[in-house]
């Protein structure tokens, strides 16, 4: 025992307690959950023994996957990912978001009358915003106007937040609210339709198109999954990116820091609420962004778009291993937490349910995923 | 003013509205002393720490660091100018490993024309976390694990290895061992003597009467915003300080004081 009290620090250093990273567990939560959906294919009677993500019959696509479907899910939730993203680091810094919903209308409805083409079949534009000065104008207007929008109102909902401190989820309720009311108001409900060719083009063209990866060009998932799916290559763009600025800039470590201990984070002279606008104002930018997305997908916006995909992107954080108690969480983890929304999602389709089946499950593995994290802290606390 | 006071604070004092937490505070740390600081709960120990390190404005007063006087608008810059903290709540992110604490606010960075997004230098973050750790001889074989993984001693030892690590030329300890076992508290009192025989100077706020009169050279007492004794330890008991602190003596130059 002298040793102890000689060795100063004489740190213990325990291997069981070395972190392991919680994005295998997730993975592994994703591969069970798609072999549960194989194993109900093989044996619900109706099913008739079909497969969700495999295709052993035809091969038609030079793998055994059933490409189409793998396609719609990732499309599926490419969108909402994005807006995931910027929720991820919202919960991180120990708030929530509940606004990015109604940013993507009101980001939706604006942008999109930037975007309107004059002429429609050589008609005039039936659906036109604006005087003839907002018809085709350059593709950047319209974009830097949504991304614009999302950023103004997520730099809102940070100020609020940092320097009223009220809560985020009071602040963002407001935000929630008086956003949808801008989407209502914009156009008095009525649809925006009609934009540029360039604008569908975002989401309805191909990136892909003409760039060449070397041997990865033909590979299959270039060609299967993100050729022609521009939203998914976004998602997937944007992923990386943040992945990079989380874990490796001053940024990330701020954010995790503010969410693991706001007043050592202040103590250690970080400007904390600085930092939340910034992350506020970043999450509302790419809520803008999925607006963009959307309506370009769509071609026209509607005061109903978004309508509580803030839920769907926090679930898909959530899912994904963000704590909802701040500091920890990954953007890898919710990428995979997107992949497990879309697969069970997609899932209910595959078995036939309808569609209130899928909301009133999508309720019970949002909560499951909030125990399971409360879970997980209780057993931390306990270990430590 | 010579080189060898390392603290001088004059007529330090500060108002919170109505309340005065710290009253007229004068005092002084040599080179390579370490000096407790004593008192009852709402003495102004704390809030005293507090006007030092920039975490709160004084009402009025004087400081000088080294000779020079200073006047930190923020924690971060009394830390710049070396004096480290060690605050009576950690100020630790548990979520975090070991280099980044240590760094919290002043990491190493690479690409600075990014701004916010500068890259973080965890290299040489994790290099220098290792240098400072075997200069206090604290003892953490995985400087990756992170800090809720770790118990209450070894967080405390995270925590006053910061010092080492920014080579400070002021340490304080706001009651470092309170809320540690007795193992514990063993170590993080033979870190402070590592720092005594490396001539760091301290500052020790602590309730612990056997601790102080264990480690430091000289006892400050403050009562009710005052201080009220400046006693060197080897001139001192226990009872003696306990009566300052309780208010039966008052130190003869501080007649009249509270």
Redesign the interface.
């Known amino acids: 025992m002298a040793d102890t009290s000689h060795g100063t620090g004489g740190l213990a250093f325990d291997k069981s307690k070395r972190a392991w990273p919680n994005e295998v567990n997730i993975f592994i939560a994703l591969v069970l959950i798609v072999l549960i959906f194989e194993a109900l294919g093989q044996m619900l009677p109706y099913m008739k023994g079909q497969s969700m993500l495999f295709d052993f019959n035809t091969g038609r696509d030079g793998t055994v996957l059933n490409m189409a479907r793998i396609k719609i899910i990732i499309l599926q939730v490419s969108i909402i990912g994005i807006i995931a993203l910027g929720v991820t680091q919202v919960i991180i810094t120990g708030g929530i978001d509940l606004s990015s919903g109604s940013i993507v209308g009101a980001t939706a409805m604006i942008s999109m009358s930037f975007a309107q083409t004059e002429l429609v079949n050589g008609n005039p534009n039936p659906k036109a915003i604006f005087g003839p000065w907002a018809m085709d104008l350059p593709i950047l207007v319209p974009i830097a106007v949504g991304l614009g929008c999302g950023l103004i109102a997520g730099s809102i909902n940070g100020m609020l937040i940092a320097y009223t401190r009220i809560p985020p989820f009071i602040a963002t309720l407001g935000m929630m609210v008086s956003a949808r009311g801008v989407a209502k108001w914009w156009s008095r409900g009525n649809p925006i339709s009609f934009p540029t060719d360039e604008y569908a083009a975002i989401s309805n063209g191909n990136l892909l198109d003409g760039l060449t990866f070397g041997a990865f060009s033909e590979s299959w998932i270039v060609t299967q999954v993100f050729d022609g799916q521009n939203p998914a290559i976004y998602f997937l763009l944007l992923a990386v990116l943040f992945h990079f600025i989380m874990k490796y800039t001053v940024y990330g470590k701020h954010t995790y820091a503010i969410g693991s201990n706001e007043d050592a984070a202040r103590m250690s002279g970080i400007n904390v609420a600085w930092q939340k606008v910034m992350v506020y104002a970043i999450a509302g930018m790419l809520a803008g962004f999925a607006a963009i997305l959307l309506t370009s997908r769509n071609v026209t916006a509607q005061a109903g778009m978004g309508f509580v995909y803030e839920l769907d992107a926090i679930a898909m954080a959530v899912i994904g291993g963000v704590s909802l108690a701040g500091g920890r969480g990954s953007i890898i983890g919710t990428v995979l937490g997107a992949m497990i929304f879309g697969v069970i999602i997609s899932g209910f389709t595959y078995l036939k349910l309808d569609a209130f089946y899928q909301e009133m499950v999508k309720g019970g593995i949002i909560v499951a995923a909030v125990v399971l994290d409360q879970w997980r802290q209780r057993r931390a606390a306990l270990k430590s | 003013m010579s080189d060898d006071i390392v603290l001088r604070t004059e007529d330090l004092t500060k108002h919170y509205g109505g309340v005065h937490a710290l009253e007229g505070a004068d005092f002084e740390l040599k080179n390579g002393e370490h000096v407790a600081i004593m008192g009852d709960n709402g003495a102004g120990k704390s809030t005293f720490v507090r006007q030092i390190t920039g ?1 709160e404005q004084r009402t009025r007063g004087r400081i000088w660091l080294y000779g020079d006087e200073v006047n930190f608008a ?3 810059d009394a ?1 710049e100018a070396g004096i480290e903290t060690v ?1 009576q ?8 490993d070991v280099p ?1 604490n240590l760094f ?4 190493m ?1 690479k690409w600075n024309w ?1 701004g ?5 230098d ?1 290299k040489g973050m994790r290099d220098a976390t290792v240098a400072g ?1 075997e200069r ?7 400087i990756r ?2 800090i ?4 209450g001693g ?1 967080r405390q ?1 995270v925590a006053i ?1 910061r010092t080492a690590t920014f080579h400070s030329r002021l340490t304080i300890m706001d009651e470092p061992t309170a809320a540690l076992g007795v ?1 514990e508290t ?2 993080v009192e ?2 402070v003597r ?1 720092l005594k025989e490396a001539g760091e100077p301290l500052i020790l706020i602590s309730h612990n009467m056997r601790q102080v009169m264990d480690l430091v050279d000289r006892i400050i007492v403050f009562r009710r915003g005052r201080i009220v004794a400046n006693l060197d330890r080897n001139e001192t008991d226990g009872q003696d300080v306990v009566a300052y602190i309780t208010g039966a003596k008052t130190g003869t130059e501080y007649e009249g004081a509270a």
């Open positions: 975490v923020g924690p971060l830390r605050f709540t950690l100020a630790l992110a548990d979520d975090l980044d919290l606010g002043r990491e960075t990014l916010p997004f500068r890259m973080l965890y750790l206090t001889a604290v003892k953490i074989p995985n694990n992170t809720r993984n770790m118990s070894q030892c290895a193992q063993a170590q033979n870190i590592q």
